[in-house]
């Protein structure tokens, strides 16, 4: 019996660029459904993304944090996972001043528009801002917790 450890070959992409791509142990991702570990051999599954962290723990069990704005998620056959983001930033590389600070201006924006004409699509917009704003700061926490 061998005593190798299973892997996960595990990309991460967004429109932009490719932000990670490893081999890792363990996958952590906040779904529409909830959230959900993949482990290798995960029974293949698709589905949406939430804004929020992935916690992803490579071969050498260090622990990566990720924050993303929603997506898809493929689990694919023998033990590939792709995650399709519509933004993702690894927290070291998150400013935590600014995503408070544009949190803070959406939330502003949000509320002057219950004293203003509703706009349907500009209120969804900025709501999506603060989910992403919010998910950023999460990872960076996540990020001075795992380093501390």
Do not use: C, Y
């Amino acid at each position: 019996m061998s005593s190798e450890r299973k892997i996960i070959k595990f990309e991460i992409t967004t429109p932009e660029r490719t932000v990670l791509t490893d081999n890792i142990i363990k996958l952590t991702v906040p779904t529409k459904k909830g959230e959900i570990t993949v482990l290798p051999d995960h029974i293949p599954i698709v589905a949406s993304l939430m804004p929020g962290v992935l916690e992803i723990t490579d071969e050498k069990e260090n622990l990566e944090v990720v924050a993303v704005s929603g997506g898809f998620l493929a689990v694919m056959p023998e033990s590939k996972v792709v995650i399709l983001a519509d933004t993702a930033e690894r927290a070291p590389d998150i400013d935590a001043e600014k995503a408070e600070e544009a949190r803070r201006v959406a939330e502003e924006e949000r509320e002057r528009q219950k004293t203003e004409q509703f706009d349907t699509k500009r209120f969804a917009d900025v709501n999506t801002r603060i989910s992403k704003e919010l998910a950023r700061e999460k990872a960076v926490g996540k990020w001075r917790k795992i380093k501390n």
